[in-house]
């Protein structure tokens, strides 16, 4: 009578050691299909799933991409960012160019949709897209601008001031960098001004055990709006001791919203956790030199210091539409380059915009400003860095 074979999986699982090199070497992909082995090999996935805190990235240039027609759809140039995740995103922020998010993905001849009898041209919407390669639930929050600056997986940045392009930036669950989201509609009438910290707080859906909002990401299709006073309240409630960052964009998408055909005309992204630190500057309109841009980050590193390595770090720059390669005399990714050499690990994500919001932070010295003060957030003609590390 001849021996029964041994169980591939039980020999594993008698040595967990063995086990756990193995699993260090698979991406996400491959570790939730083995996780279907048994309740053990879940479990201890489940586990390494939660130490893999590492955010995800892409930058597709999908105006190079046409030239080549190497794809049955465009869609697929978004396979290879997700091919091999080694985390989970479960929250992403998405710019995308106004000439793509208007177009669509389109599908390639070759496509055996596009061959079919009944195929009447088709473009595909672009947000959704991303958020159907991604896990569910992951949220993802869609800004659409005219242009987008944008980091590949080589860090390479990039300045797409038009065309087609998209870029992304995605965070697994980490409970040393918490993120709560809000959007409202130029319909929700709204007055912030007399409210204090915890009542904008629970404006913004943050939870009372969160903690200081350490950087605020504001987005808004209006410039005039009540809506517009919520960074404004949030800049003079903390003293100026908030980093505060966005701008004015084309539209708003967000995919926790039940109703897909509306777009909220505000977004507020707040970043909460003991060990976030960010450092905010603003390039603004009188620096029209590439000397003078570098010499006005090069301050800006100073104070950043050493900055992590990209699983730790990020930067976005939000810059006037004016201020491109038009403006350093056609010169382009002048201060996208700037930014690179000065960080050469962060991975770098921002827009093209209708103007911008930031301030100088850490402030300095600066007095807080008076409720009839109007904070020097708003912008035009500049660009605006932040960096965040956790």
């Known amino acids: 009578m001849s021996k029964m074979q041994p169980d591939p999986g039980q020999i594993l699982t008698s040595f967990p050691e063995v086990m756990h090199k193995i699993l260090s070497y698979l991406n996400m992909k491959q570790l939730n299909t083995i996780s279907r082995v048994c309740k053990f090999w879940c479990e201890e996935i489940g586990r390494l799933k ?34 091999k995740p080694w985390s989970e995103p479960s929250y992403g922020i998405v710019f995308c160019t106004n000439d793509l998010h208007k177009v669509g993905f389109e599908i390639g001849k070759d496509s055996p949709v596009r061959k079919a009898k009944r195929y009447k041209k088709e473009m595909l919407p672009v947000i959704p897209e991303v958020t159907k390669r991604l896990p569910h639930p992951c949220t993802v929050l869609g800004i659409v601008s005219s242009g987008v600056i944008g980091t590949d997986s080589r860090l390479v940045c990039e300045e797409m001031e038009e065309g087609s392009a998209i870029c992304g930036w995605f965070l697994p669950s980490n409970p040393s960098l918490r993120h709560y989201h809000f959007t409202l509609s130029e319909k929700q009438c709204i007055s912030v001004d007399e409210m204090s910290k915890a009542e904008l707080h629970r404006l ?24 517009l006073d919520v960074p404004m309240s949030l800049y003079r409630q903390y003293d100026k001791r908030i980093a505060i960052a966005g701008g004015f964009v084309d539209s708003i998408e967000d995919s926790t919203l039940a109703d897909a055909d ?10 909460c956790g003991d ?36 699983a730790r770090s990020v930067g976005f720059q939000f810059s ?11 010169n382009e990714n002048v201060e996208s380059q700037i930014f690179r050499s000065l960080f050469p690990q962060t991975p770098l994500f921002g827009f093209f915009g209708n103007g911008e919001i930031g301030h100088k932070y850490p402030p300095g010295d600066q007095s807080p400003p008076s409720k009839s003060e109007r904070p020097s957030i708003f912008h035009g003609y500049s660009s605006v860095f932040v960096v965040m590390s956790w």
């Not at 990235?57 to 999908?62: L, R």
């Not at 006037?320 to 056609?330: E, P």
Request: negative net charge.
């Open 204 to 227: 913004m859906r943050i939870p009372e055990d969160a903690g200081d909002i350490k950087l605020l990401l504001f987005f808004a299709t209006s410039h005039d709006h009540g809506a």
């Open 50 to 83: 939660k130490k893999r805190c590492s955010p995800l990235w892409f930058y597709v240039n999908v105006e190079n991409a046409r030239e080549c027609m190497q794809y049955d759809c465009e869609s697929d140039l978004l396979d290879s960012a997700f091919a």
């Open 320 to 330: 006037c539409v004016a201020r491109g390669s038009q403006f350093y005399a056609g």
């Open 275 to 310: 060990n976030i630190q960010v450092v905010e500057t603003v390039i603004g309109y009188h620096i029209s030199t590439e000397k003078e841009a570098r010499q006005e980050m090069e301050k800006f590193k100073s104070i950043c210091g050493d900055c992590p390595s990209s």
């Open 262 to 271: 509306s777009e909220p005309s505000f977004l507020g992204i707040a970043f």
